[in-house]
């Protein structure tokens, strides 16, 4: 069950730590890494990259009335045995299940993207959720020195206004006035190169809405609907 192409293996240690698999699948991994050394590296790397972004996250508990809601719906027979199968092993990832459970799996899928061109171990690496509030994450950052800042794509993906676009800006540290880095492309990923606004840790990165053809002025014109700070996370 545990694939053997390297990129396979990458995203499927990402979706563990995010805790999207089924129970079997999560049953295997866990089995596997016990002894699969490589795997183990894997998961470890992406509970390392994952958990700062719980950091902005408010707790969220689930109703009281949970579990018998479920109960409820199940045409469960009475006397067949209750098991309780864990999906994931407890780690600093469990902190991404606070308020993000809907947007787990697209969020694999952009972070799964950052491994195919990641950055050297030595050079310095940047992460950002922007958010409209703090229970609501919906852009994912990923920036370094060598790529610049990459915009992944919406976790919770939101329709744009008929003649509006998503602008995607940057402001340095100290800096009086944000840098435009580009329009948001309908699929979400934007890649921009580092001679535009080289990455530092505190940088703000926001998501204006503009008229069609971006902002004509050099700085918003729309309101800023996301907006986050690069946290370096190596």
Same mark, same amino acid.
């Given at each position: ?8 293996? !990458? ?9 999207? $698999?089924?129970?079997? !699948?999560?049953?295997?991994? /866990?089995?596997?890494? &016990?002894?699969?050394?490589? #795997? ?33 719906? =199940? ?6 045995? *209750?098991?309780? +199968? ?38 310095? *690496? ?7 509030? /703090? ?11 060598? *790529? ?19 602008? #995607?800006?940057? #402001? ?8 435009? @880095?580009? $329009?948001?492309?309908?699929?979400? *990923?934007? &890649? +921009?190169?580092?001679? +535009? =606004? ?10 204006? @809405?503009?008229? $069609? ?7 918003? !014109?729309?309101?800023? #609907?996301?907006?986050? /700070?690069?946290?370096? +996370?190596?």
């Amino acid at each position: 069950m545990i694939p053997t192409d390297p990129i396979e293996r !990458t995203t499927l240690a990402g979706e563990y730590v995010l805790g999207t $698999l089924d129970a079997r !699948t999560a049953a295997a991994v /866990r089995a596997a890494i &016990e002894t699969d050394m490589a #795997l183990r590296q894997e998961v470890e790397a992406w509970e390392h990259r994952l958990a700062p972004l719980a950091d902005g996250i408010a707790p969220a508990e689930p109703p009281p009335d949970l579990l018998a809601r479920i109960d409820a719906a =199940l045409d469960a027979r009475a006397a067949a045995p *209750r098991t309780v +199968v864990p999906l994931a092993r407890p780690s600093r990832a469990g902190l991404l299940w606070k308020g993000w459970a809907a947007g787990a799996t697209a969020l694999a899928a952009g972070l799964a993207a950052f491994l195919i061109l990641r950055p050297a171990p030595e050079e310095p *690496r940047y992460v950002a959720v922007l958010q409209q509030d /703090r229970a609501a994450p919906a852009w994912v950052v990923e920036a370094s020195p060598s *790529r610049g800042i990459v915009l992944a794509g919406a976790v919770n993906p939101r329709p744009v206004d008929e003649g509006r676009v998503l602008q #995607l800006w940057g #402001l340095a540290p100290g800096a009086t006035a944000p840098v435009s @880095l580009g $329009l948001v492309p309908p699929d979400g *990923r934007l &890649e +921009v190169d580092p001679r +535009v =606004l080289p990455p530092q840790e505190g940088m703000l990165v926001e998501i204006s @809405l503009e008229p $069609l053809g971006g902002s004509p002025i050099g700085r918003p !014109t729309g309101p800023v #609907l996301y907006i986050g /700070r690069l946290a370096r +996370v190596d």
